[in-house]
């Protein structure tokens, strides 16, 4: 007996242990052995392991039972073909059992064998004769139907069978056709889906003969009409067809399309719905073949994709606008989700209608001109769907319009051409201003994805044709907080520190957005600031000059505001929130980018008092405020000596605090750290020239001196600030 074979055996006899960890380790070891190249298997061994193997997928134990149908993988290459048969026909006959674990467990040994036979082109005939014995088998088990869970389990592996090596079982496609076809009329649409995703893999490798008959018969049974139950399911299968094979089902489309119209009328909104998913694959899969008949596919789209029964639209604007006059902001405490129907789907319906209308625009450039003058404006009109994953798609589509657009402007540019290809540029640039005004009630949105829609839109709008959203920035600007936030920040994003096409544009409008600055919602003006900062950091010139209108509102937002300040109950304990912290460290951080880069347009003493202010104000603006301070001793030293004494006073309250006894570990290194900040900003002003001549500050030198914890801590500083560059920076993002 070979090493290999001994320890094989070992493996065996561990693997009839009455211990299940016993069985786990040695059915772990023996897949561990079989993952090596170099094993040689003799026929006794392979005999005992298949055997062994088949036994175990009936183990007691679920982890025994997984490691059992995993070393079938790497088997299937190590033994002969009668063996791989053995294991076959064993895997089959389980997928028969009323042992539910073992036919899922013989269901996935199946998968595992099929994933790792041989492919045809390495000449092995094993692969044929395997797949032929499996095929046999599987087709007797889904025509039995007996039990829907075998069906669907066979159905399952047949469809892996075919897409992987659908080419080899040719001499079965026949009987494997005459098997499926029954199985689109079962009781039950589990089975009805997947025999549709077995033919769909079928028809890639069947010949002309198969494929004829199948959609012969399908046609057959769509006239026959024997019940809306199963049209929907023949139509869901043409559709599934002509995904996987749309070469092929082109010259069925003139008996097929006139079939699908007619179901498009029937009171059915699933078989609506089913009907405009086989338009849509037709649309991309043959293209050529559909032509004739976009037309009359369009205008059903465009019939229903406005097909909304169960809700009256015109009511809803009139509330809005009701809502508008009397409650201005307040429109956003209600909204139309509160609607529900939980039997109404016919935004199934208008998204499948959506989703076709795409299809068609991104395929037929040639329509362009007609897509402007019937599409766009009904788009346009729908841009107030009410439900989010619909509207998501007529987004899409619109956008895919704008898409087909571009191209010929690019084109116009290069040859300088006039006349026809200018008319759609000249179409769309009319219907701007219902786009906006269309866009204008949807970016008043709770929906957050509803408002990323419309900037996807606006975005794409403005590459199309440059500059026409000029005119329109303060329609995009009012509504509602979150439409205002959104897109303030969008322009915060189109700020860069390098040259962008975009820029003087920028300068002309910037204005309008800082007005945002004055906004009654605090998110609001906190994005503002943020913007503002991104101009000041990357692009200062873009403010320069509007400095001297925009800065009372800056300065403003560094006040503490009491109103905005709230205890909250946490359990037996009271806890102080300031819902104003976060604009006020946003007006910190703009005014210290303004340092860095408007200086000389800067009030130095005004910008000093809210300098004072922050030196007193929350740890986060303190901590800020000590930068700016270090900072300021540098760039502008003589105008701080003459504030000396007012910024000298926070600064040694701050390094003179003693925390309260027993409080928690991180409020000892807060305040260390606040500390340490402080003495930077104080170790920063005794570097001005003739600093030493002011009291206060000869005053409270003496004091860090004859302070054991301040000299130490003013040395520490010192010593850092020998290994460091001089310029403080703050972190701006």
């Known amino acids: 007996m070979t090493n290999v074979s001994y320890h094989i055996s070992n493996l065996l006899e561990k693997m009839t242990s009455t211990d299940k960890d016993f069985r786990f380790m040695a059915t772990n070891d023996l897949m561990m052995e079989l993952q090596k190249d170099s094993i040689k298997l003799d026929e006794d061994s392979e005999k005992k392991v298949v055997k062994m193997l088949l036994k175990l997928l009936e183990d007691k134990n679920g982890e025994v039972q997984?490691?059992?149908?995993?070393?079938?993988?790497?088997?299937?290459?190590?033994?002969?073909?009668?063996?791989?048969?053995?294991?076959?026909?064993?895997?089959?006959?389980?997928?028969?059992?009323?042992?539910?674990?073992?036919?899922?467990?013989?269901?996935?040994?199946?998968?595992?064998?099929i994933s790792e036979l041989p492919p045809a082109s390495t000449g092995s005939t094993m692969t044929a004769n395997v797949c032929k014995k499996i095929t046999a088998q599987l087709t007797g088990a889904i025509g039995k139907q007996e039990d829907v869970s075998v069906q669907?389990?066979?159905?399952?592996?047949?469809?892996?069978?075919?897409?992987?090596?659908?080419?080899?079982?040719?001499?079965?496609?026949?009987?494997?056709?005459?098997?499926?076809?029954p199985q689109l009329t079962s009781p039950r649409l589990a089975v009805r889906k997947r025999a549709i995703i077995a033919l769909g893999y079928l028809v890639l490798t069947c010949n002309g003969n198969i494929f004829s008959e199948l959609m012969e018969?399908?046609?057959?049974?769509?006239?026959?009409?024997?019940?809306?139950?199963?049209?929907?399911?023949?139509?869901?299968?043409?559709?599934?067809?002509?995904?996987?094979?749309?070469?092929?089902?082109?010259?069925?489309?003139?008996?097929?399309?006139?079939?699908?119209?007619?179901y498009c009328n029937v009171e059915d909104d699933e078989l609506r719905e089913y009907c405009f998913q086989a338009f849509e694959s037709f649309v991309r899969r043959c293209p050529k073949e559909i032509g004739p008949h976009i037309p009359s596919v369009m205008g059903l789209c465009l019939k229903y994709i406005t097909y909304d029964p169960n809700y009256n639209y015109d009511n809803e604007e009139e509330e809005e606008e009701m809502m508008e006059t009397e409650n201005g902001e307040d429109?956003?405490?209600?909204?139309?989700?509160?609607?529900?129907?939980?039997?109404?789907?016919?935004?199934?319906?208008?998204?499948?209608?959506?989703?076709?209308?795409?299809a068609i625009v991104g395929t037929r450039h040639d329509l362009l001109q007609d897509f402007y003058k019937t599409l766009s404006p009904i788009l346009i009109g729908r841009f107030k769907e009410r439900e989010?994953?619909?509207?998501?798609?007529?987004?899409?589509?619109?956008?895919?319009?704008?898409?087909?657009?571009?191209?010929?402007?690019?084109?116009?540019?290069?040859?300088?051409?006039?006349?026809?290809?200018?008319?759609?540029?000249t179409m769309l640039q009319n219907q701007v201003p219902n786009i906006i005004k269309a866009l204008h009630k949807q970016l008043k949105e709770k929906s957050i994805k509803s408002r990323q829609g419309c900037f996807s839109l606006l975005t794409e709008l403005a590459n199309v044709l440059p500059g026409c959203l000029a005119d329109h920035i303060s329609a995009l600007m009012p509504g509602s907080p979150h439409a205002r936030s959104?897109?303030?920040?969008?322009?915060?994003?189109?700020?860069?520190?390098?040259?962008?096409?975009?820029?003087?544009?920028?300068k002309g409008c910037i204005g309008d957005f800082l007005k945002t600055l004055q906004d009654p919602d605090l998110n609001v003006r906190r994005v503002a600031l943020a913007m503002f900062n991104s101009a000041a950091h990357n692009k200062p010139s873009l403010i320069r000059d509007m400095l001297n209108t925009v800065l009372p509102h800056l300065y403003n937002e560094t006040k503490i505001r009491r109103e905005l300040i709230r205890e909250v109950e946490m359990g037996p304990f009271k806890h102080t929130v300031d819902d104003g912290l976060d604009v006020r460290k946003a007006a910190f951080e703009c005014m210290y980018s303004l340092l860095e880069s408007c200086l000389d347009r800067l009030d130095i003493y005004e910008y000093l008092n809210h300098v004072e202010d922050g030196l007193k104000d929350h740890y986060d603006i303190r901590m800020l405020t000590f930068i700016m301070l270090a900072r300021l001793?540098?760039?502008?030293?003589?105008?701080?000596?003459?504030?000396?004494?007012?910024?000298?006073?926070?600064?040694?309250?701050?390094?003179s605090t003693k925390v309260k006894a027993g409080s928690v570990k991180q409020e000892f290194e807060k305040q260390d750290e606040l500390k340490r900040s402080a003495m930077r900003a104080v170790a920063a002003l005794l570097t001005i020239p003739e600093v030493e001549k002011s009291p206060v500050m000869a005053e409270f030198s003496s004091q860090i001196r004859a302070n054991p914890e301040m000299a130490s801590l003013y040395e520490s500083i010192q010593k850092d600030s020998a290994s460091l560059p001089t310029t403080e920076s703050m972190d701006m993002n």
Not at 78 to 89: A, L, M
Not at 98 to 109: A, C, N, T
Not at 217 to 246: D, F
């Open 66 to 113: 997984n490691l059992a149908v995993k070393c079938l993988g790497p088997l299937v290459s190590k033994v002969k073909e009668y063996q791989v048969e053995t294991i076959v026909d064993s895997l089959c006959t389980n997928m028969l059992s009323d042992k539910e674990q073992l036919r899922d467990i013989s269901s996935i040994g199946l998968k595992t064998v």
């Open 152 to 181: 669907l389990e066979a159905l399952d592996i047949l469809s892996d069978m075919l897409s992987r090596l659908g080419g080899m079982l040719y001499t079965f496609h026949s009987s494997i056709l005459n098997c499926l076809l």
């Open 217 to 262: 018969h399908l046609l057959a049974e769509l006239k026959r009409n024997e019940s809306t139950s199963t049209t929907r399911t023949y139509i869901q299968c043409i559709a599934g067809i002509s995904r996987q094979a749309g070469h092929r089902t082109g010259e069925y489309l003139e008996k097929i399309i006139p079939l699908v119209v007619r």
């Open 331 to 358: 429109e956003e405490q209600e909204s139309d989700d509160e609607y529900s129907d939980d039997d109404d789907i016919s935004w199934k319906v208008r998204r499948s209608a959506a989703k076709c209308l795409e």
């Open 388 to 425: 989010e994953n619909v509207k998501a798609d007529i987004f899409c589509a619109y956008i895919s319009l704008l898409k087909q657009t571009q191209p010929i402007q690019s084109w116009l540019h290069a040859s300088d051409a006039g006349g026809k290809e200018e008319i759609p540029l």
């Open 486 to 506: 959104t897109v303030v920040t969008a322009i915060k994003f189109t700020i860069s520190d390098q040259p962008q096409p975009i820029d003087l544009l920028l």
């Open 633 to 655: 001793s540098t760039l502008c030293p003589n105008a701080v000596l003459q504030r000396l004494e007012r910024l000298i006073e926070p600064l040694r309250a701050t390094c």
